[in-house]
Each structure stands twice: as C-alpha cells, then as structure tokens.
C-alpha cells in the first residue's frame, strides 16, 4: 500500500543552483537522523532514481544544479544559529551524495534560517546586515552568511546581478572560514603541483586541493579544451566526459577520497574537476561578451559527470585558495598568487577571494569570501508517495 507523505518545504534558489529547502524537525521522527528512510523520502521528493533522466515526478530540474537538498535546523553547536546539511543527489542512481557541500546554496541558508523563525529575535535586527552563523554539518566548517534584513525581513530584491541568474536581487556575502580540510590537510599529496597517471588516458599535471570542496585542477589543454566552450559544445560528447571521469575517479584515488577506482561511482559529488586555461575573450551563454582584461583566467568546471553551466561555489573556492598560493598550477598560469581572482565561466565572471597563509612551511587557508544572492521561489508542502 502507498502512502502519501505530506512534509512542509521551500523551493530555493541560491546563487546559480535550486534546490528543496526542509527544517529538520518537519521532516517525520524517523527521517531527522542520517539513514536510508530519510535517503528515500529526499530521493523522492527530488524525483530520483529517474531512468529516463528529466525527473519529471518531482521537484528536481534534470541538472546538477537543480538536484539538490538542504536540510537545516537550530543549531546543536555553541555559538551557531543553525545546522546545515546538504545532499547532491543523482538523477539516474537512487544515490545522494552527503560527502561535501554547494557553495551556491549556502547563501541560500541565511535567508531560509530567518523566514523559517530559526534565528533568535534576539539576534534580529530591524534594519541592516544580519550574520547568520552556519555550521556546516557535512564538512564540520563554519559558514558566515550576511544576508540583509529590513523591518526583520529578509530582503531579496536588488540591483545585485550575478552572471548565471537572468535577474538582480539584494547581494549576499559568503564568508567560508578555514574551508580547507578538517584534517588541515589543504594539498592532500603535500604537493602542490602533482602527476596524475590515468591508464590509457595519459599523464597530467595538476593541482589536488581541498578546500571549499574536493577539487582536481588541470590545464584545458590537457583534453583538447580551448577553454572556452559552452555547455551543449562538451556535454554531447560521450567520449569526452567519459575521459573527465577517469581522471576525476584517479584524482579522487590520488587524494585519498576513495580506496578504489569503483568506488568513484558512489561519490560522483566529490571532487570537482576543473580545466583551466589563460584568460582569453569569448562570448557567455547570454551572448555577452566576456573580456579578457576583465578576468584573470578561464575555467570549465565539471560536476556529476557533466559540464557545469556557470562556476560551483565550492569550486571556486578551492580555485581562488590555489590561486593564493605560490607555486600551484593556478598561481602558476596567472604568472603569481593573487588574494583575489575574478574567474571567467559559460556564464559570465565570477570574483572570489582566498586568504592563503603560510607557517611552518604548510599552508592553509583562513577565509575565502564571495557574493551571492538568493530568493524563495515556492514555499508549501512537498507530496512524498512512499511504498
């Protein structure tokens, strides 16, 4: 017999991602613990597993941008507003990935936590700039959100674009403190530039970092790349991706995300790839025209076996910490380290900041800082039909 779930929930967007918002304590009393109950009422929700890859029978958008969950409630930890846990699930595989976060959707976090009475009225002002303090459950970092309030409101329209959202709205700043790893670990191989030997692929150059999330970073020119293709010009083609995914499987090997090459499969979140290449002048998926003298260099970025329309939030973080620090491939293509980058993606540009700091000859990040903007979209009750 089928029964139909009915949970309280907003559908958000969150800087160049969408993705299904629930507070922790509406979920049923059996799905507010990590485990496969609650795995299958979000897989659901989302509309996977979905063979025919649009997920039509529910709220996902068919694209790694839009197949995404937040889960948040009150914070358990001293000194925090709110718990943060985010879920990458797969469109074809009944799988969702809680091995790291969306940096799009953090700024999204801020605004949900206000609207949905999970911040103190102590802590809210009548007008200004509130910072709501995260904790990010998956990766165990903390997340500073400034998101701007008036009458206690959150405030959503502005004059902020962000290339990627065809519309302004009110700016977020993103503060990610000590994003790299929990182990401190930034360069997980102690390299900063390493070789990556993919079997009847070839040998790469590239730098292994983590921070913001799990990345490989590699030079477009290793994959035929000039750097500035759009998305249909590389997601139609099969052989391509195929390759990306070797190396992203070797690279997750190499940094020690996986014990073996199969068990890629069950990870597909993390890490990241990006292909990076000098800064040159092409044109955006909305016809702009993208300036070389405007962007310090340019990058494609791959998630779940696809090329990303625009830049992960994550990502950028983990490209702007190697781009602070001397000596990497990305440091190494701009000619030296930069505090602050702006990135060229399909979309348009992106200025992302890193502090890199160096003691006892390692290396490690202590902020990396960006703006974002964020809106609800829809807020009722998701329907969850559950055999």
Same mark, same amino acid.
């Given at each position: 017999?089928?029964? =139909?779930?009915?949970?309280? &929930?907003?559908?958000?967007?969150?800087?160049?991602?969408?993705? /299904?918002?629930?507070?922790?304590?509406?979920?049923?009393?059996?799905?507010?613990?990590?485990?496969?109950?609650?795995?299958?009422?979000? #897989?659901?929700?989302?509309?996977?597993?979905?063979?025919?890859?649009?997920? =039509?029978?529910? #709220?996902?958008?068919?694209?790694?941008? *839009?197949?995404?969950?937040? %889960?948040?409630?009150?914070?358990?930890?001293?000194?925090?507003?709110?718990?943060?846990?985010?879920?990458? @699930?797969? =469109? +074809?595989?009944? $799988?969702?990935?809680?091995?790291?976060?969306?940096?799009?959707?953090?700024?999204?976090?801020?605004?949900?936590? @206000?609207?949905?009475?999970?911040?103190?009225?102590?802590?809210?002002?009548?007008?200004? *700039?509130?910072? @709501?303090?995260?904790?990010? @459950?998956?990766?165990?970092?903390?997340? /500073?959100?400034?998101?701007?309030?008036?009458?206690?409101?959150?405030?959503?329209?502005?004059?902020?674009?962000?290339?990627?959202?065809?519309?302004?709205?009110?700016?977020?700043?993103?503060?990610?403190?000590?994003?790299?790893?929990?182990?401190?670990?930034?360069?997980?191989?102690?390299?900063?530039?390493?070789? %990556?030997?993919?079997?009847?692929?070839?040998?790469?150059?590239?730098?292994?970092?983590?921070?913001?999330?799990?990345?490989?970073?590699?030079?477009?020119?290793?994959?035929?790349?000039?750097?500035?293709?759009?998305?249909?010009?590389?997601?139609?083609?099969?052989? #391509?991706?195929a390759k990306v995914e070797l190396i992203r499987a070797h690279g997750a090997l190499k940094m020690g995300l996986i014990d073996s090459i199969e068990q890629a499969q069950e990870s597909q979140h993390t890490p990241k790839i990006l292909f990076l290449s000098p800064s040159k002048t092409y044109t955006s998926s909305s016809n702009s025209r993208i300036d070389s003298s405007n962007i310090d260099l340019v990058v494609r970025a791959f998630s779940? +076996?696809?090329?990303?329309?625009?830049?992960?939030?994550? &990502?950028?973080?983990?490209?702007?910490?190697?781009?602070?620090?001397?000596?990497?491939?990305?440091?190494? %293509?701009?000619?030296?380290?930069?505090?602050?980058?702006?990135?060229?993606?399909?979309?348009?540009?992106?200025? $992302?900041?890193?502090?890199?700091?160096?003691?006892?000859?390692?290396?490690?990040?202590?902020?990396?800082?960006?703006?974002?903007?964020?809106?609800?979209?829809?807020?009722?009750?998701?329907? /969850?039909?559950?055999?």
């Amino acid at each position: 017999m089928t029964s =139909i779930l009915q949970i309280p &929930a907003t559908y958000m967007r969150g800087g160049t991602s969408k993705g /299904v918002f629930i507070n922790v304590d509406d979920l049923p009393p059996e799905a507010r613990e990590p485990g496969e109950f609650r795995d299958k009422i979000l #897989l659901r929700t989302i509309g996977s597993p979905d063979p025919y890859g649009k997920q =039509i029978d529910g #709220l996902g958008g068919a694209t790694s941008s *839009t197949s995404k969950v937040v %889960l948040v409630s009150k914070s358990r930890h001293e000194g925090y507003d709110v718990d943060y846990t985010f879920g990458q @699930v797969a =469109i +074809g595989n009944p $799988v969702i990935d809680w091995s790291g976060n969306c940096g799009n959707l953090s700024s999204a976090v801020g605004p949900f936590a @206000v609207h949905s009475g999970l911040i103190d009225r102590g802590r809210l002002q009548e007008d200004g *700039t509130l910072k @709501v303090r995260i904790w990010q @459950v998956n990766l165990a970092k903390e997340i /500073v959100v400034h998101v701007p309030v008036r009458k206690q409101r959150v405030v959503e329209t502005g004059d902020f674009y962000l290339d990627g959202v065809a519309f302004p709205a009110a700016e977020i700043k993103v503060d990610f403190l000590s994003p790299s790893a929990s182990d401190g670990s930034l360069f997980p191989t102690g390299n900063r530039i390493d070789k %990556l030997e993919v079997p009847e692929v070839g040998v790469f150059e590239c730098t292994l970092i983590n921070s913001g999330i799990p990345s490989v970073i590699l030079s477009a020119n290793d994959i035929d790349l000039s750097g500035v293709e759009l998305q249909e010009e590389v997601n139609n083609r099969s052989d #391509l991706l195929a390759k990306v995914e070797l190396i992203r499987a070797h690279g997750a090997l190499k940094m020690g995300l996986i014990d073996s090459i199969e068990q890629a499969q069950e990870s597909q979140h993390t890490p990241k790839i990006l292909f990076l290449s000098p800064s040159k002048t092409y044109t955006s998926s909305s016809n702009s025209r993208i300036d070389s003298s405007n962007i310090d260099l340019v990058v494609r970025a791959f998630s779940m +076996g696809k090329m990303h329309h625009a830049m992960m939030g994550t &990502a950028a973080v983990a490209l702007a910490s190697a781009a602070s620090i001397p000596g990497t491939l990305v440091s190494g %293509l701009m000619g030296n380290a930069k505090a602050e980058i702006s990135i060229g993606h399909p979309s348009g540009k992106l200025t $992302v900041g890193a502090c890199g700091i160096e003691k006892d000859s390692s290396w490690s990040i202590a902020k990396a800082t960006m703006s974002r903007s964020a809106r609800i979209l829809m807020k009722g009750e998701v329907f /969850v039909p559950l055999v």
